[in-house]
């Protein structure tokens, strides 16, 4: 009964990635297969500077917007985990921000980053926090859009978070508080302990998600914004010329991705839920 | 609003807390929402309020001329149709896999269950721009560029972890022995799974639809790869080209972001409570 399932993902996910490892290690072109010329590809790639701007914007991206999505949506889950009157009204704005398309967000952020009808950009440039249009400086872009994915993504966390609060039990708080815990204690040593599981399933989550990020670089950049997959996008579907080198970045992202999930369920000792079985 | 109510005492220190705890609520509640308000309000203000500076706050005369443009508009109305019809396939395709998948998973016991759990769990975690050029050689050869059916695959593969993960999640709430008691009057375990437990499992059903529908709507890198041709592109492709197209008629892109978030973010509002416990289920559990 898991077959058909099965088989529909290693035909269209993982069948492509081996002929994608193949397609690296050779000159070819969309149209044409090529003939094998080993790691020239690899190469290339580490010499091309798009490539290195790519790297190095996705590692701030990703660095920054998850350590923020985390420590907001701690915060915002720590401060809603009780009852209280419009509680309703809270969910509802968190799911908000998360329904949108994200290309939609990136269209809604451009056009209030916009210099001549945005409002993000009218009130910072009154405020003289900025003295250019957001959308012409790549070091400000790239602080939006790590500010939209913050905005989209951060009461997703706190979601996750919040869940993860609802099954420590009560109880052990009372107990700590009977013998003298403070809240900083209570929090160090119970909360963060007992949560670690939900911490490390969002923090996964979100960096692989991060990593990988296209949409919103490559519509509220304009295109100008590079990411590793903007630059694999550019590689294999706009320019004819470097599809080699586009190919070999695919691969690398797929590996890196790959390590990245290993070091969180190997060295983080995250658990899958495979195990529970 | 803070300084009015610092009076001393225990009564005072709790009125206190509660007024930061409800300023806090409401920052985080109007910093959510505020873009798709702004944003509506761009797409009813008439062009000469939107150029205004200082921008106005509430719209002085509302105008449904920018909505007038991106309606009357064949690319927009035919990217509508297109969202629609990749996002139903996919959901319903997903669905059927999805739920013989996830009740295999949820009720039997079979060889390798791990291993399998931890292949469609990878997908979630799978850098989709790394196979865009394979698939795309793939599919050229096979002539299926620029057809819907390119984008319902690759849509179905990327949400079938989600739709099983919270199939899976559902299945396990419904009590094991209503399907014994179906088995033992002698119905196979087909039987079982379509007559007692797909009725059983419609409520869980229905918002693992929601779910997988919506993340197809959002779909944008598979669709931007395999569509070329505008009449075959969804909403998430053709309203950022609208920037192009409509290059100073800001209001016109904003009306046209607005006219496809609003019907998934009112669907979600009316679901919510089932939303929020369905992508919640696998982190605890997790």
């Not at chain 2, 719209?59 to 969202?83: M, R």
């Not at chain 2, 739709?163 to 094991?176: K, S, Y």
């Not at chain 2, 709507?217 to 969804?234: G, R, S």
């Not at chain 2, 607005?258 to 919510?272: C, E, H, K, M, S």
Request: charged content about 10%; hydrophobic content about 55%.
């Amino acid at each position: 009964m898991v077959l058909p399932s099965l088989l529909i993902i290693v035909l269209v996910a993982f069948f492509p990635i081996l002929y994608g490892i193949v397609l690296s290690l050779t000159d070819s072109t969309i149209s044409g297969f090529g003939s094998f010329i080993g790691l020239e590809n690899y190469t290339d790639l580490f010499q091309d500077s798009d490539f290195g701007e790519g790297l190095y914007n996705t590692v701030i991206f990703t660095v920054v917007s998850v350590a923020l999505e985390f420590f907001i949506g701690l915060g915002i889950a720590l401060a809603i985990n009780r009852a209280f009157r419009g509680r309703g009204l809270v969910r509802a704005a968190v799911l908000v921000p998360w329904a949108f398309p994200t290309v939609i967000a990136a269209v809604m952020w451009r056009l209030m980053f916009q210099s001549q009808v945005g409002i993000v950009q009218y009130v910072a440039a009154s405020l003289g926090i900025i003295s250019e249009p957001i959308l012409s400086s790549r070091t400000l872009l790239l602080i939006g859009v790590i500010l939209v994915d913050v905005w989209k993504t951060t009461p997703f966390v706190a979601l996750l978070l919040l869940a993860g609060l609802q099954t420590i039990p009560g109880e052990v708080y009372e107990a700590a508080r009977v013998d003298g815990a403070n809240w900083m204690q209570r929090f160090f040593r119970i909360t963060l302990p007992l949560l670690k599981g939900a911490i490390l399933v969002a923090v996964l989550f979100r960096t692989l998600d991060a990593y990988r990020v296209y949409d919103l670089f490559w519509v509220l950049g304009n295109r100008e914004l590079q990411s590793l997959s903007t630059y694999v996008y550019e590689g294999v579907r706009i320019s004819q010329l470097q599809f080699g080198p586009g190919n070999a970045a695919a691969v690398f992202i797929f590996m890196t991705a790959f390590l990245i999930a290993l070091f969180f369920i190997r060295v983080l000792g995250m658990r899958t839920s495979v195990e529970e079985e | 609003m803070a300084s009015a109510t610092t009076t001393k005492g225990a009564a005072g220190r709790g009125t206190l807390n509660a007024v930061l705890f409800y300023v806090f609520l409401v920052t985080f509640v109007l910093v959510s929402v505020f873009p798709l308000l702004w944003i509506f309000k761009m797409s009813i203000v008439t062009k000469t309020e939107l150029f205004a500076s200082p921008p106005t706050i509430l719209p002085q005369t509302p105008t449904s001329e920018s909505y007038g443009t991106i309606f009357g508009d064949p690319v927009f109305q035919q990217a509508l149709v297109n969202s629609t019809i990749i996002s139903t396939v996919t959901t319903v395709i997903c669905l059927f896999f999805g739920s013989i998948t996830a009740y295999a998973i949820a009720r039997l016991r079979f060889r390798f269950k791990g291993t399998v759990m931890t292949l469609i769990l990878a997908i979630s975690f799978f850098p989709a721009v790394a196979i865009i050029a394979p698939l795309f050689i793939q599919f050229a050869q096979v002539g299926l560029i620029d057809t819907y059916a390119s984008v319902i695959i690759t849509d179905t593969v990327f949400a079938l972890p989600l739709t099983i993960w919270l199939l899976v999640a559902f299945f396990r709430e419904l009590p094991v022995d209503l399907e014994d008691a179906a088995k033992v009057d002698g119905a196979t375990t087909i039987q079982a799974f379509r007559k007692v437990i797909v009725p059983l499992a419609a409520p869980g059903v229905f918002t693992t639809a929601i779910l997988t529908f919506i993340h197809a709507w959002n779909e944008f890198l598979f669709a931007n790869t395999f569509l070329l041709d505008p009449a075959k592109q969804p909403v998430t492709v053709a309203i950022p080209n609208f920037a192009t197209v409509y290059t100073v008629d800001y209001g016109a892109q904003a009306a046209a972001a607005v006219a496809v978030t609003v019907p998934l973010v009112i669907l979600v509002l009316i679901f919510q409570r089932r939303i929020v416990s369905g992508l919640t289920a696998g982190a605890v559990k997790g």
